[in-house]
């Protein structure tokens, strides 16, 4: 399984999976803060990540539409 947190989640949830054998990327590693969620959503797409997030408020929408 190949995890992408975005900024919502605290890079410590990414060191502990990692170091559990996750394959795990931060928006922070990927050098992506501040990117809109339709870019995160597109990135973690495009690199087979299941993106993981605290705001469901926004993505419910986006992955509905996708």
């Not at 996750?22 to 992506?32: F, P, S």
């Not at 990117?35 to 690199?47: I, K, N, R």
Request: glycine share 6%.
């Amino acid at each position: 399984m190949k995890l992408y947190l975005d900024e919502n989640i605290p890079v410590i949830f990414c060191t502990t999976l990692a170091a559990h054998g996750v394959d795990c990327l931060t928006t922070q590693q990927a050098g992506h803060l501040g990117l809109s969620d339709v870019q995160q959503l597109a990135f973690a797409t495009t690199e087979g990540r299941a993106l993981v997030t605290f705001n469901r408020k926004d993505f419910l929408p986006l992955v509905q539409q996708w």
